[in-house]
């Protein structure tokens, strides 16, 4: 059994890490967020100390672990917002304890490169969430992609609307130097899931970019991709808004939908399974989505011509 500490116990995805570590066998001992609610935690540890102030849980974190306590931390898990996991995964691996951090795993490629030298210099490790890598469906279609000719070039729509509320612009997640903008903070994972199908990225093109969607063209060694991500409900084809649908998912691949919609809830679980078992996923696998979103995020936007998609000719 191993001890897990929490950092972002009150966010919207900590609960499905502390069911992961749950299901795994496994212990969490000390939790920290600026914000008081999480009594969720009662629901899987109700043991757990809980903590609003970093300082305090840093000295919490380091008493355990200067007294060689069997209650010491090996694994902190990071759920805080996004501009915070770079400061965050540092704290962990100088505390002695090996990382796993939620997407995006952080803004900016170089980034990655610090965190590299501070795992040399302690010795553990990052390890990244990124589920989809994990999803059947994904996996089965990385090897029809990758079974096929070198020269292939699939064609691909990716759509993928998740509307909110008008909480969202006012929150972190609403500010470009916090959250990284729509693409990073809803895409990211969507990205690495191309690349890890379709193999290296060859083009990025940026068609629009607003605070609520973006959308543009990226090319693949295996594919051309149009992709569209929004966070507006009015971006929700007519169809499934007026049955009350708020939330629209799609990939095509060569005009054939790809059915992934199911098996999310279990992702987590199964991320913190091969990463306990030693095959998570680490920094240098992050590289290609974190630069993706990166030059996104400071692109000039492309006039419409070539290949875009379809959502944009409205």
């Known amino acids: 059994m191993k001890n897990f500490a929490l950092i972002g116990a009150a966010g919207y995805i900590a609960p499905r890490h502390m069911q992961a570590i749950k299901a795994t066998g496994n212990e969490l001992i000390a939790a920290l967020d600026v914000n008081d609610s999480v009594g969720i935690i009662d629901s899987h540890f109700p043991n757990a100390d809980f903590f609003t102030e970093f300082e305090r849980f840093d000295r919490h974190i380091d008493k355990l672990r200067r007294a060689k ?21 540092r704290f962990g691996l100088r505390s002695d304890a090996d ?12 980034n990655i490169d610090g965190l590299q030298d501070i795992e040399r210099d302690t010795g ?25 000719s070198q020269d292939t070039k699939h064609e691909v729509d990716l ?10 612009l006012q929150s972190w997640k609403g500010d470009l130097k916090k959250s990284g903008g729509i693409a990073t903070n809803i895409g990211v994972h969507f990205f ?3 690349h890890f199908i379709f193999g290296d990225l060859q083009d990025n093109v940026v068609h629009l970019s607003s605070d609520t969607k973006a959308a543009g063209y990226l ?16 971006d929700v084809p007519g169809k499934q808004r007026h049955a009350g649908q708020r939330t629209f998912r799609s990939i095509t691949v060569d005009g054939e939908e790809i059915e992934f919609s199911g098996g999310f809830t279990d992702l987590h679980t199964r991320s913190y399974e091969e990463i306990l078992a030693g095959r ?13 979103v990166a030059a996104i995020r400071n692109a000039e936007i492309a006039p419409l011509n070539g290949d875009y998609h379809p959502f944009l000719k409205k």
Request: aromatic share 10%; charged share 20%; glycine share 4%.
């Open 280 to 292: 998570g996923y680490g920094l240098e696998e992050n590289r290609t989505a974190i630069s993706t």
């Open 159 to 168: 759509s993928y609307i998740t509307s909110r509320g008008h909480w969202y």
């Open 219 to 234: 090319e693949y060694q295996h594919a051309r991709v149009r992709w569209f991500l929004s966070v507006d409900i009015e």
């Open 99 to 110: 990382v796993i951090c939620e997407k995006p795993l952080v803004l900016n490629p170089w």
């Open 192 to 194: 690495d899931m191309l």
């Open 69 to 89: 306590h069997s209650k010491q931390v090996d694994y902190i898990s990071i759920c805080s917002p996004n501009y915070l996991h770079d400061s965050h995964m």
């Open 124 to 148: 553990h490790k990052v390890n990244t969430i990124l589920q989809l890598r994990v999803h059947p469906s994904i996996i089965a279609l990385r090897k029809k992609v990758r079974s096929q």
